[in-house]
């Protein structure tokens, strides 16, 4: 099955920096790969994704890009603000729509 | 994106006993999946319900452990049988939006003494 890695596993930026993250995947078949983010005590919610066909896709400051070849895709937070800190997942999703997740990278946004 | 709610929100139960719970969208929906999200861990994902049939378990669930039912396009179950302190965990359903997004419930924070 699909096998997600997800580094750094903690991640402390500075309020106004940027912070990225990085997932590689194992199954050239997965074609839709979604990130969430999960703050304490809540559901993950979707913040943005990316599908096979597209090489990034951006949405005011979160950006996603995804690299078919090397088979690695990564999040983007521009200017970040305390507000980001939570954990995010990424996961890769195979044509059964079933999601495989990464372990999760805490980030940390220090005013 | 789509109304999810889950019941219980929460419980405690004594090992060796079963918990059902359940989860409602607020609209039709082609596909609902239940995952596992242990204490300070990732999601793994359980099983797809899938409507009209039995369930699609993935490695390690088995349906004698956790049974589903989706009786319709909008409800799905998941029952936790034979609990024991292992099965400690956040579950949660999530729904297939025709986007191919998956929208997540609220979560039933399970705790097994």
């Known amino acids: 099955g699909e096998n997600v890695e997800q580094h750094p596993s903690t991640l402390s930026v500075q309020e106004g920096d940027s912070a990225v993250i990085k997932c590689t995947y194992s199954d050239s078949a997965s074609n839709y790969f979604p990130w969430y983010k999960q703050e304490l005590g809540k559901r993950p919610q979707l913040i943005i994704d990316i599908r096979s066909n597209v090489g990034e896709k951006k949405d005011q400051r979160i950006a996603v890009t995804l690299n078919k070849t090397a088979k690695h895709f990564s999040l983007h937070i521009t200017e970040t603000q305390p507000e980001d800190s939570a954990v995010y997942f990424c996961a890769a999703s195979d044509g059964n729509n079933r999601l495989a997740f990464g372990k999760g990278n805490q980030v940390v946004v220090i005013p | 994106s789509a109304v999810i709610s889950q019941k219980p929100s929460r419980d405690i139960c004594q090992r060796g006993t079963s918990l059902t719970i359940q989860c409602q969208v607020d609209?039709?929906?082609?596909?609902m999946f239940w995952y596992r999200q242990q204490p300070g861990q990732s999601l793994t994902l359980i099983a797809t319900?899938?409507?009209?049939?039995?369930?699609?378990?993935e490695s390690g669930f088995v349906i004698d452990k956790f049974p589903i039912s989706r009786p319709n396009l909008t409800f799905s179950t998941l029952t936790v049988s034979n609990m024991s302190p292992e099965d400690s965990s956040i579950y949660l359903c999530s729904v297939l939006r025709p986007s191919y997004e998956q929208y997540f419930g609220p979560g039933t924070r399970l705790t097994v003494t």
């Open positions: 609209s039709q929906v082609t596909m």
């Open positions: 319900a899938n409507q009209g049939s039995e369930a699609t378990y």
